[in-house]
C-alpha cells in the first residue's frame, strides 16, 4: 500500500483540523452572502448547521486526516446520499468552493489540484443539468 507522508497530504497542506473547519465555515458563510450562490444555498435549506458538520467531517478525511465521516455515518456513498436532492449547481458549488479557498490564502498549487478534484467529483454527482 502507497503511504503518502503526512506533510504532503492536502489536509496537512491546507494547515489541519482548525484550517478545513475555516474552508468549510467560510465557504457556507458565502452561500449566504453572494448572490452568485443563490440557487446552491436554496438548495440547503433553512439551517446549514448539519452541512456544515458533515462537509466538514467528510473533508477531513477526504482530504488525508482524520476519517470523521467515516466514524460517525459510514461511507460516505456521496452519489447515493445525494440522489434525493437536484445536484445541478455544480459551477455555483465550485465557484463557491475556490472562492473560500482563495480567500483563505490556500496555496495556489494545492487550490488549483482540489479544484481539479472537487470538479471531477461534484461533475460525477450531477443528476441534472445545470
Known sequence: MNQVP???????????DAAVRALVDRFYDLMD???DYVDLRRAHGSDLTD????LYWFLSGWLGGPDLYIERLGHPRLRARHLPFATG???QWLACMNQAMLERGVEESLRARLLRSFFQTADWMRNQAG
Open 51 to 54: 452541512a456544515r458538520d458533515k
Open 6 to 16: 503526512p506533510a504532503t497530504r492536502p489536509y496537512e497542506r491546507l494547515g489541519g
Open 33 to 35: 452572502l453572494e448572490p
Open 89 to 91: 449547481e455544480r459551477d
